[in-house]
């Protein structure tokens, strides 16, 4: 009674719509990197845990107002500086100021793609960190992950989310 194509319609279907990305069937799944161990200068890591051929550096820090928010109090500011980014799409890592204990006061990415570039090769940049208690500030730390990947999630992207992801970054409190 049916002609032929109509029959094969709803089949036929079913078939387009799982090879068009809208099956739930992808087989995804998430993994984070364990975090590295924070320092003045590290080599930074990529979402493997593999070490890459760039560093980065806290040059130097202080406690000061930023020019622009002088009635806010003081901010951590800090210089950081990357040894062997790309200027254009190179790692970023968490910066945190930390108290004596090395307990996180603060944190903040720092991109190497928004550094400037020096003569030697190097970029370099600055950044100011709020942190409620600055007269606790003893240092600035970074966390040698990079920050820069894609964090979409199974959940989020079940075709293109998942797969590894760097650490969440450091809350306050967290013992860097």
Not at 59 to 83: A, C, I, M, T
Not at 137 to 143: A, F, Q, T
Request: charged share 25%.
């Amino acid at each position: 009674m049916f002609p032929a194509r109509i029959l094969a319609g709803p089949p036929l279907a079913l078939v387009l719509v799982a090879l068009s990305g809208c099956s739930s069937s992808w087989g995804c799944t998430d993994t984070t990197t364990e975090r590295g161990e924070a320092g003045v200068r590290v080599r930074v890591e990529d979402i493997s845990g593999r070490l890459l051929d760039v560093t980065a550096e806290i040059v130097d820090w202080r406690l000061e107002p930023h020019p622009q928010v002088p009635s806010e109090g003081d901010k951590v500011h800090f210089h950081y500086r990357f040894d062997g980014a790309s200027d254009r799409s190179g790692p970023a890592v968490d910066a945190c100021a930390v108290d004596k204990e090395r307990r996180a006061l603060g944190c903040q990415t720092v991109y190497s793609s928004r550094a400037w570039p020096e003569p030697d090769g190097a970029l370099t940049g600055d950044e100011y960190l709020t942190v409620e208690h600055p007269e606790q500030v003893s240092g600035v730390l970074l966390i040698p992950n990079d920050q820069s990947y894609d964090r979409r999630t199974c959940g989020q992207d079940v075709k293109d989310g998942g797969g590894p992801h760097p650490p969440e970054p450091a809350r306050v409190g967290d013992r860097l």
